[in-house]
């Protein structure tokens, strides 16, 4: 165990065990996931145009979550962040929290943005929004 | 799965010890992968504002159908699948890497970290391919009245709503942000599959020198580990974001 370390000042070094199970069993989890998106994923497709707007933002959430549990995977046990002491967890994702205002603030930024112009400033209505001939083009935003 | 003891009470912050109980490399590599995560976090924030700014965005299902040596088969998400399995592969190397480095098998550590070069530069050719096949795409757009064949750049994006143009749906041309992003965003990453290639192979070759076994630990793996690992990291949302929503 010592070996593995490279400073007397350190006591510890992540992930000695002795077997490599938890890779796998990461990798394995890691797959599922990645195919539960997919599957959601083809699921958006073939429904593409049927489902109205719930049904699709919902079904996006729940790949966007699968996506974060992924991360956690990732970082948790191949970066072995979840091996470390609970303050340089905390100096890691604390900071990242950030992200939760950042995204929130943005994205409604850019969807206000969107209904600014379709409404001329709430000035009209924003049925002239789409400029076409073709009636039936859905809506592929998110 | 850190079963040192550690006493009660420690006093890390009393001097003689590091009070993250963490090497100082390893703590600077996680504060750099911290503000590249707000860098790639930038992007791909703006990329979201953008894309919920405008009434019509390209629909990645018919944007990524394409697959190398299917001709027009309609594959969608196939090929990205394929990139993502190849990265998640390569952590799992990597992490292995790392795992035979505490272990202090340096035949153990050579062969992972060649397996993980291997999987880099298999990603790389993969986006190598698909950036191609999306450069040189041809597709019917509506431009001014007359019928253009145009690929995806960042400056074209044939991907805009469709009209009815002499019988036909034909697509308008789309804002360009959509090339912009993508070929911005899936490019840094890229080069940071790139680089952290070069870093792994300069790992190949210390670890082959020996240096690792001079110095007594191999905790330079576990630093380029990170910075792999976070490559992947940073793949997962790009897939999320690009791809499947």
New interface residues.
Partial sequence: ?S?????P?????????SG?G???K??WV??VL?VI??G???L??YQ?GKWGYGPVIST?LV??IL?LL??YY??S???H?G???R??IM??IV??L??VW??AA??W???S??SL??TDAHSRVPQT??H???PV?K???? | ????A?PTNTK?WNG????????YGK?MM??FL?SD??TF??FL??Y????????????P?HVFNAFPFAGHANL??AFV?LM??IL??S??T???A??EG?K?NRKGVEKYMILTILGGLAFLGCQAWEWTHMITGDHAVLVNGQIEHWGTTVTRNPWG????HNGQ?VATPGPIAFGGYFFGITGFHGFHVFSGVIINLVMLIKTRLGHFDQ?????MIEKA??YW??V??VW??V??CF???
Avoid: C
Wanted: proline fraction near 4%; aromatic fraction near 16%; avoid cysteine.
């Fill in positions: 165990m070996s593995n370390v490279s400073s000042e350190i006591t510890h070094a992540p992930e000695h065990a490599t938890r890779i796998w990461t990798f890691l797959s990645t998106e997919l959601l994923g083809y958006l497709y593409h996006k790949i966007a996506t992924k991360a990732i970082v046990i191949f970066m962040l091996d470390e002491i303050n340089m100096t890691i900071p990242l950030l992200f950042f995204i943005f994205l930024d850019g969807d943005w969107r112009r379709n929004e789409q076409q001939s073709h083009e809506d592929a935003k998110p | 799965m850190s079963t040192t550690i890390w003689g010890r590091s009070p993250f109980n963490i090497s703590v996680w504060y911290m995560a707000f976090g930038a924030i703006s979201g504002t953008i894309r919920f700014s405008v009434n019509h965005w390209a629909d299902n969608p998400l699948s993502t399995f998640i592969f952590s799992v990597m992490v292995l790392v795992h505490h202090m709503p469709e009209v009815m749906l110095r007594g630990h191999y905790e580990g990170l690992h976070f992947d990291l997962v949302f897939f999320l791809y499947l929503v």
